[in-house]
């Protein structure tokens, strides 16, 4: 079936950039999302991008997405300790209704 | 905005007891989905539904069934709780397929089972 990884860790001081990796093995892809998850709370959508384009900026988010690598990822700018949280990366296959997430990556930003 | 409720935060049962988790969304969403969240695997589907009476199993359905009598309610049953799924179970539902469906969840249930 379809995977979604990404690696568990990451941390990073306050002011520097992030950068949160993820990969895919669904060819068929649609949408892949960056959603956020704050302690105790459920997940939030941050970002999402369509599989035609390769880049999406948002304020301090950009998203890069390298479809032929099948590798996408999460830049956040001048990271704050608002940021410490988990980030899962998601993507849904064409004609799909569920998502398929990674296992989450923990991002702890040190003041 | 979209609400997604979920009817507990925490939750504690014994083993082999009867378990309802309920949900219910305001915004009128076809799509429901039932996820269960463990350290270091992410979320992984057990049921959704796409319309009333209408249910999927998605990757780990093994001792959870689910009931959808209403558009608005999704339930999660663990017809006889194990301590296995002890877990944080997560609710969320979404509009029809198209556009990027974002999906909407809930603030999650964790489930201790003894």
């Known amino acids: 079936g379809e995977d979604v990884e990404q690696s568990l860790f990451l941390s990073v001081r306050e002011g520097d950039s992030s950068v949160i990796n993820c990969t895919y093995t669904?060819?068929?892809?649609?949408?892949l999302y960056w959603y956020k998850q704050e302690p105790g709370a459920g997940l939030q959508l941050l970002t999402y991008i369509f599989s035609n384009m390769d880049m999406k900026q948002d304020q301090r988010l950009t998203v890069l997405l390298n479809k032929k690598d099948k590798h996408l990822s999460l830049r956040i700018a001048d990271t704050q300790t608002g940021d410490s949280a988990i980030y899962f990366c998601a993507e849904r296959g064409t004609g799909r209704r569920a998502l398929t997430f990674g296992s989450g990556t923990r991002l702890q930003v040190q003041p | 905005d979209v609400k997604v409720t979920q009817s507990s935060r925490y939750l504690v049962k014994r083993t082999g007891e009867k378990v309802f988790l309920e949900c219910v969304q305001d915004m009128d969403h076809e799509n429901m989905f039932w996820y269960r969240q463990d350290p270091g695997l992410g979320l992984r589907l057990i049921y959704f539904?796409?319309?009333?009476?209408?249910?999927e199993k998605g990757d780990i359905p093994e001792g959870y069934s689910v009931s959808r009598e209403k558009k608005e309610r999704f339930s999660l049953i663990l017809e006889s709780a194990s301590t296995n799924q002890t877990s944080m179970y997560l609710c969320?539902?979404?509009?029809?397929?198209?556009?990027?469906?974002?999906?909407?969840f809930g603030p999650g249930t964790r489930l201790t089972v003894t």
């Open positions: 539904s796409y319309d009333v009476k209408m249910k």
């Open positions: 669904d060819s068929s892809s649609t949408y």
């Open positions: 969320a539902s979404s509009p029809p397929s198209g556009s990027h469906n974002e999906q909407y």
